[in-house]
């Protein structure tokens, strides 16, 4: 900042104070040359720094807030950036002139040097998943707790999102992401849907869960974060501890990083075997290939056992595919026990119903429950559908089994009756499974394929599958002693 020349020789004075942002730094100096502006911050006398961070009065509760959207720095390489910004922002100006109580209020963009820069909305106190389970209880612990958090203005409030919907079509618009974490609760828990955000860094959204956004840094990297801005970061940092326990393994996602954002964690470009498995338009694959996505998540769960955890979630959702179609184990939010069964660090994390090995108490985990949920994850990989499509609560307890005959039958049925004492037992028999499969038994292990009954994987959807390369076979990338690429 300069004073004009003609104020300086009105007052005359002897100095001028001036301030300099320099990477990021703010500083001021004291400039006596009263006609030339100085070209550099080494020019000024007394030059001190200024603290910025920290600054201002501590935040009032009752005090107006509001969260500024602004986009992630991997946007700005993205060449359509000003096109989707202005579709947004034209987006949330037709809501301003037709504001709808259930839908996320917006206040107007902020900007600079003629650009929209962010836009504006009224900051909520949380996302619904978290108003209904503060405890942050995984998905058995939550059922088992008598939902006692839930409260009816809670549920009457989904009525809500339902008039918010419909508001939007009125309008001509959509929202395209319509899901618990894109769905706000204010001060009154009343229900209001709300987008999905991207930190500093996130290029875009590939997924979300019941906790965490999983979001794309760039080719090889995933930031998994808080569902909403500044949220519990308590089991990601679990996450993270229990992947620094399990170390490195070519069957288990690896861990990148961990900052103030997230969790940094290797990106594996196929998805989830049980998205792979849905939306193939290709033939069924091999038998051979199944056979090798068991043995492979076998050898996973093997190696996490052996570092002394549990892994509380196994299913096919939590099992990713990599450049060749291998098998890596994630999510890890756990537990990890002592040698005596003494749990270090909990994850609260809990099978869903079709995983969930019956037990008198549900937060109790150990080797055979993460087994129980192994086998019936082998025999949705070998059939296509889980164990009892139409699954109705009680039959597990009631020790009810599928009787149709598989290639992995004697194996998930081991599993279920609690039998194995290891996960490397279990492995040892898809090895000789598979070794049998190779020498040519095939035919007989798979007898009665084309009468197995028909079902689907998630709801109505047809299950479908992508064939083995025999390129690949023939290489020997398959064979238990294989790498992954």
């Known amino acids: 900042m300069v004073v004009p020349q003609k104020l300086i020789k009105q007052l005359n004075l002897l100095h001028v104070q001036v301030f300099v942002l320099q990477a990021g730094i703010l500083y001021t100096g004291r400039w006596t040359t009263r006609f030339a502006p100085p070209k550099t911050l080494e020019d000024l006398q007394e030059v001190k720094q200024i603290p910025t961070e920290d600054r201002g009065p501590e935040v009032n509760p009752s005090w107006l807030a509001v969260y500024v959207k602004t986009p992630s720095l991997l946007a700005y390489i993205n060449g359509n950036l000003e096109k989707q910004m202005a579709r947004k922002v034209e987006?949330?100006?037709?809501?301003?002139?037709?504001p709808h109580p259930n839908i996320a209020t917006y206040y107007g963009y902020t900007g600079a040097h003629g650009r929209v820069s962010g836009l504006c909305f009224k900051?909520?106190?949380?996302?619904?998943?978290?108003?209904?389970?503060?405890?942050?209880?995984g998905k058995v612990a939550f059922r088992s707790s008598a939902r006692e958090l839930v409260r009816e203005n809670?549920?009457?409030?989904?009525?809500?999102v339902l008039a918010a919907i419909k508001h939007l079509h009125s309008l001509g618009l959509a929202h395209n992401d319509i899901n618990p974490a894109n769905i706000m609760v204010?001060?009154?828990?009343?229900?209001?849907?709300y987008?999905?955000?991207?930190?500093?860094?996130?290029?875009?959204v590939i997924a979300s869960g019941s906790s965490a956004f999983i979001g794309e840094v760039n080719e090889s990297t995933v930031l998994k974060y808080p569902l909403a801005p500044g949220g519990d970061m308590s089991r990601l940092e679990v996450e993270k501890k229990l992947l620094e326990i399990v170390g490195p393994h070519k069957r288990v996602i690896r861990l990148k990083g961990f900052s103030d954002a997230g969790l940094y964690l290797e990106r594996v470009p196929n998805g989830t075997l049980a998205q792979y498995l849905l939306e193939s338009d290709d033939p069924p694959p091999s038998l051979l290939q199944r056979i090798s996505w068991c043995r492979e998540t076998a050898e996973a769960v093997a190696w996490v056992h052996s570092r002394g955890v549990i892994h509380c979630d196994i299913q096919p959702m939590n099992l990713l595919l990599d450049e060749g179609l291998h098998v890596k184990l994630s999510d890890?939010?756990?537990?990890?026990?002592?040698?005596?069964?003494?749990?270090?660090?909990?994850g609260l994390s809990g099978e869903p119903g079709r995983f969930y090995c019956p037990r008198a108490d549900p937060f109790d985990a150990d080797i055979k429950t993460d087994l129980f949920a192994l086998g019936c994850t082998?025999?949705?990989i070998i059939m296509g559908y889980p164990v009892f499509p139409d699954i109705v609560d009680g039959r597990f307890e009631q020790q009810q089994w599928p009787e149709d005959t598989h290639a992995c039958s004697d194996i998930t049925l081991k599993c279920w009756m609690k039998e194995y004492g290891?996960?490397?037992?279990l492995l040892r028999d898809l090895e000789l499974v598979e070794k049998d499969l190779r020498a040519g038994a095939a035919p007989d292990l798979w007898k009665g394929l084309n009468d197995q009954p028909s079902g689907p994987l998630v709801g109505e959807v047809e299950p479908r599958w992508k064939p083995l390369d025999t390129s690949v076979l023939a290489s020997g990338a398959l064979d238990s002693s294989a790498e992954c690429s």
């Not at 890890?332 to 909990?346: A, E, I, N, Y």
């Open 186 to 193: 204010d001060e009154d828990d009343q229900v209001t849907m």
């Open 123 to 137: 900051r909520y106190t949380s996302k619904l998943l978290e108003a209904v389970n503060l405890q942050g209880l």
């Open 332 to 346: 890890f939010q756990g537990k990890h026990l002592s040698r005596d069964g003494t749990v270090l660090l909990d």
């Open 378 to 380: 082998i025999y949705i």
């Open 154 to 160: 809670m549920i009457s409030g989904l009525d809500g």
């Open 195 to 204: 987008k999905q955000y991207c930190p500093p860094g996130v290029a875009r």
């Open 422 to 425: 290891s996960a490397e037992e």
């Open 91 to 98: 987006t949330c100006e037709i809501l301003r002139r037709n």
